[in-house]
């Protein structure tokens, strides 16, 4: 069954250095997505990316983060210089469609990131 | 604004019937659905319902719907060890692409 892949599954970073969160979609999605969850807190919508383009972000989603989809299968998230409240599970997630009323997102296993 | 709110956790007896309650705020959320996390995995959809029903049911799990209450339910019934997991809701608008979750119930079925 396809899956939502993602890497590194642990990523420790130092505060202020860049990071990039790496996510391989299900093959024949068209929408990603990008979710993170602060330890003890909700899972909260960073941005989805559609067509080469963000088409919706959450004003957590600021300067600091951009996303990119750099050839047919890779989808990452960059942080710029990383702050110690970076540190989160983030997942990834894909779906076929948006427009429909069921449009399922498929979720990774998340990366943990924690920042020193 | 927008607010999904959970119980943190839920302790059952295998054999008895879990219900994973959930309410949230937002009076244009369109589509409700309920994601099951098993450690070291990703969110895995259960199952969903629009906001034009009331009810669904599917094999052991029956969403229950109260729009005027804000309210929604999972039921699992004769919950089973492997049913141990976090359970998030969620809710979407019509016209948007995100989700807002809970916390996530983290729910543990006693053998």
């Known amino acids: 069954e396809p899956e939502v892949t993602q890497t590194p599954s642990h990523q420790v970073t130092q505060m202020g250095q860049e990071v990039i969160l790496r996510c391989v979609p299900i093959?024949?999605?068209?929408?990603f997505y990008w979710y993170r969850q602060i330890l003890g807190q909700k899972v909260e919508f960073l941005v989805s990316?559609?067509?080469?383009?963000?088409?919706?972000k959450s004003e957590i989603f600021d300067d600091q983060f951009s996303v990119e989809r750099p050839d047919g299968s890779n989808f990452t998230l960059k942080i710029r210089s990383t702050k110690l409240e970076d540190s989160a599970m983030y997942f990834c997630?894909?779906?076929?469609?948006?427009?429909?009323?069921?449009?399922?997102?498929?979720f990774g296993p998340g990366t943990r990131l924690t920042v020193l | 604004g927008e607010d999904v709110e959970q119980s943190l956790f839920l302790s059952v007896r295998e054999g008895d019937s879990s219900v994973i309650n959930c309410t949230y705020t937002?009076?244009?959320?369109?589509?409700l659905y309920w994601y099951k996390q098993e450690p070291g995995a990703g969110l895995q959809l259960l199952t969903y319902?629009?906001?034009?029903?009331d009810m669904k049911q599917d094999q052991r799990l029956t969403v229950l719907l109260n729009k005027k209450d804000k309210h929604l339910s999972l039921r699992i019934a004769d919950t089973q060890t492997g049913d141990s997991a976090i359970y998030f809701c969620?809710?979407?608008?019509?016209?948007?692409?995100?989700?807002?979750f809970g916390t996530g119930t983290r729910l543990k079925v006693l053998a």
């Open positions: 319902i629009f906001s034009n029903m």
């Open positions: 969620a809710e979407r608008a019509s016209g948007t692409y995100k989700y807002i």
């Open positions: 990316f559609y067509n080469n383009e963000i088409s919706e």
């Open positions: 997630a894909s779906s076929a469609l948006a427009g429909d009323p069921y449009n399922e997102q498929f």
């Open positions: 937002d009076s244009s959320s369109t589509y």
């Open positions: 093959s024949n999605h068209l929408y």
